[in-house]
């Protein structure tokens, strides 16, 4: 999709196949490895990333919801939608 | 102290391309002793228990190591993104797949210009038919492609057709990135640089692509320092996020840093942490204690980390100085006076040719 879009509740995002999301046992966080780039993640955005298997952005907010008490669900769209534009997720 | 996210492996210095802006060191001979796949896939376990997650398997030509699959696959087996640095010449079909097979992440292929005739001439070799035959082969394995070219006072008013023909190839992304001289291109600095009017010429074409390509290709352009009023944040701070390791084993903060007057260190004497750790070559330079005026009391001190500390030796003598580049340094009329010959009557340079090993031409 293009980077410039809304990130709807039907879409379903998923990692892009040119990115590895890992956990790294050194740094004791998740990674997000791409062409020449390393992202070390925070909780909450490895905590999305993981959930891009295939759900619904509403399905992931939901998710989310469960574990945490406070979710903007702006907050993880706009989250996805920097990913897409950095081509780390790609959103159908 | 932080921990290394990246090794660059420089697996040998030969080249079948012999490029003029070729930043590997000069003295090509004292590279010919290259580490085996053994010691090698030491280094990498070495270099993921020191905290490395990206690899970039590196030259000269990473494809004239017959272990280059080996090698990719141990990358893999480690849990680090690997990444090919590439002329693509030796980069045929079955090589490809095995590599593939291997586990290798991203391929990163070189063109010197956008079109074979200028490309070839670059190059010293007829290359370009093969590189852009490589490049539609890696997008067909389903690699990401970047395409990586260095500009230069010869090439830069190419960047339009550069940047379409890599969209015309699908790349993933494209890296124009000015020369930075160290090296074979130190060595022809003057021919290479180029004026102010090309990197005006140049600037507003990749801005425009950049925006039109926004979400489908990464544009990075990286603007030649000798321009720029500021220092690069070289190796994102020294001995802090990045290292080297030289086709016989010498281990480096910056690919340039062999050239500095401090004890070598190699992972044939020593294991990589302590190398990381302590070792005169990392320990130098690392942090802000080492900084003379106006660094010490610049507000920038830990935006460029003093700049390029290879760059401060290539041109004063003494890596413990600012960084010329800076407007601030008190040796910047080094800088200035470079500039200004790349900027006054056009004068032909002769480029001289990297050969493609040592002791060849």
Redesign the interface.
Known sequence: M???EVVEDVRRPRLA??V?L?F?A??GRH?L??????AVLNATSADILLLCDGRTVAEIVAELRARYDHVEEADVREFLRQM??R?CVEVR | MN?P??LLAELTYRCPLSCAYCSNPVTLAEYGDELTTAEWCRVFEQAQ???V??L?LSGGEPLLRRDVVELAATAREL?M?S?LVTSALGLDRRRAERLRAAGL??V?VSVQADEQEMSDRIAGTRSFDRKIEACRLVKEL???L?LNVVLHRQNIHRVGDLLALAEELDA??IELANTQYYGWAWRNRDALLPSRAQLAEAEPVVSAARARL???M?VVYVLPDYYSRYPKPCMGGWAERQLTVAPNGDVLPCPAAQSLPLPRASVREDPLERIWTSSPLFESYRGTDWMPDPCRGCDRREIDFGGCRCQAFQLTGDAGRTDPVCHLSPDHHLVDEAVRVANGEPVELELVPRPHRAGAS
């Open positions: 293009d980077g410039g196949p040119h590895r890992r790294d050194v740094r990674v490895l791409s062409p020449e780039t390393v897409a534009e081509r | 921990r996210f990246g228990e020191l905290g997650l990206q970039h849990g993104y990444n992440d991203h990163q389903g690699w990401p970047t993933d992304r926004a979400g489908r990464e």
